[in-house]
């Protein structure tokens, strides 16, 4: 079975700092997909980024960016710069290729960025 | 484009009650999955429809839960009687069905809060 962890309960941090979310995951399959999901106050879950087990290249997207790293089970996400829009809850996820596409999600991490 | 609609938002039931959640999703998406979401931890899936056809209920607690997807488009959820622990966000999402060793997201609804007093 799947699992993923995020540690980091809650984490607090003032604007414009740098926050690092961190994404440990679990899996026997050698073929799988990872992905971000942030959650606003609203509850719409919404994507931010896909990455498969083949591809280890880290990743920057403005603000946003992610480093994958096979060898530790590590999916990190960075935020630069964070701003108020950024206060969410954070879900990493898991999907096998050779599976039914479940998203297996870890119990995410709240942000709250202080003015 | 409109996203996955979910009705309704919020639900308030006493226990042993029954409920029904709809969902509408991206049109054009064949797969379409219901997610749990219990107060403070991930979502976990309930059930996924591959058109009308299921392809996972293994997490569905079959006594008092039931989905159907009649026509491949929205679905509908249904609890009956609810008891305490049901009481969480259940998450409507949908997804173009992947290719092979490619997987698409999943986009969510808003979802429904349900409370179960």
């Known amino acids: 079975a799947q699992k993923v962890t995020q540690a980091q309960t809650e984490i607090s941090v003032v604007e414009k700092e740098d926050v690092t979310l961190d994404c440990v995951y679990e899996t026997r399959d050698t073929t799988y997909y990872l992905f971000w999901y942030k959650q606003p106050p609203s509850g719409e879950l919404v994507f931010l980024i896909r990455r498969n087990s083949f591809d280890e290249q880290n990743e920057i997207s403005g603000r946003y960016s992610w480093n994958f790293q096979k060898s530790t089970s590590s999916f990190n996400f960075t935020i630069t710069a964070s701003q108020v829009v950024d206060s969410a809850v954070y879900f990493c996820?898991?999907?096998?290729?050779?599976?039914?596409?479940?998203?297996?999600f870890g119990t995410g991490t709240r942000l709250t960025i202080i003015p | 484009e409109a996203g996955v609609a979910q009705s309704p938002r919020y639900k308030i039931i006493e226990k042993r009650q029954s409920v029904a959640f709809w969902c509408n999703p991206i049109?054009?998406?064949?797969?379409l999955y219901w997610y749990q979401q219990i107060l403070g931890q991930g979502p976990k899936l309930l059930i996924q429809?591959?058109?009308?056809?299921?392809?996972?209920d293994s997490q569905l607690p079959k006594d008092r839960f039931s989905a159907e997807r009649l026509k491949g488009v929205d679905s509908t959820l249904k609890i009956q009687p609810a008891k305490l622990e049901d009481s969480a966000v259940y998450l409507c999402?949908?997804?173009?069905?992947?290719?092979?060793?490619?997987?698409?997201?999943?986009?969510f609804g808003p979802g429904t809060r349900l409370t179960v007093t």
């Open positions: 996820a898991l999907t096998l290729v050779f599976g039914n596409e479940k998203l297996t």
């Open positions: 999402a949908s997804s173009i069905p992947r290719p092979t060793l490619f997987t698409y997201e999943q986009y």
């Open positions: 049109s054009g998406h064949a797969t």
């Open positions: 429809f591959q058109n009308n056809g299921v392809v996972d």
